[in-house]
């Protein structure tokens, strides 16, 4: 169960992200910070079997990122809309290096993903926020794709995994357990 809420709960992300981002909506915000935690602690419960430290280590940086977003949607409070980008890029740096992490827990092909998505994010926050000067919209419009397909292929995964692994422990399930 903890998967397939982890799984949906990363896509329900993406879509409340895209609003939050258009709108500048500070519930839409909210809404994306109470998924960021829902999603940190899903991810740590259900990749901890695989490698307890590094699911513990990513489950900080989504943290550490989660913390910042909060900060950062402190600022549009007060309609401080350029606190709010510098913090927020500093946290999807962070976020960055979190999908990286993440990666080496799942399978081949979702793995290949996390990594460009991350690198993806890594790049295009650390030329926001140390090289102003410089337009990377189009680069930031490219590498937006491998960043949507790491996140996306990770919630897809989560649940099917879930709904797998659900319907094994219903195969397990003694028949006389059934008919009581």
């Known amino acids: ?18 609003f939050a981002v258009l709108a500048q909506s500070l519930f839409a915000w909210l ?22 430290l590094l699911s513990q280590l990513a489950a900080l940086f989504r943290l550490a990122y989660s913390s910042l977003l909060g ?35 799942t399978p ?30 189009m680069f930031e419009n490219i590498l937006s794709i491998p960043m949507a397909l790491g996140e996306l292929s990770l919630g897809i995964w989560l649940i099917m995994k879930g709904w797998k692994d659900a319907s094994l422990s219903d195969l397990k399930t003694p028949v006389s357990s059934l008919e009581n």
């Open 1 to 18: 169960m903890i998967l397939i809420l982890t799984g949906v709960s990363i896509i329900l992300l993406a879509v409340a992200a895209g």
């Open 31 to 52: 809404i994306v910070l109470i998924l960021d935690l829902v999603i940190t602690w899903g991810l740590y419960h259900s990749l901890k079997d695989k490698n307890p």
């Open 71 to 105: 900060v950062a949607v402190s600022f549009l409070l007060i309609a401080d809309n350029t606190s709010f980008e510098l913090i927020w890029a500093f946290g999807l740096i962070i976020f960055g290096i979190h999908l990286i992490l993440v990666a080496p827990l």
């Open 108 to 137: 081949k092909y979702i793995k290949l993903l996390l990594i460009i998505a991350g690198f993806s994010y890594l790049f295009v926050q650390i030329a926001i926020v140390f090289f102003p000067e410089v337009n990377i919209t």
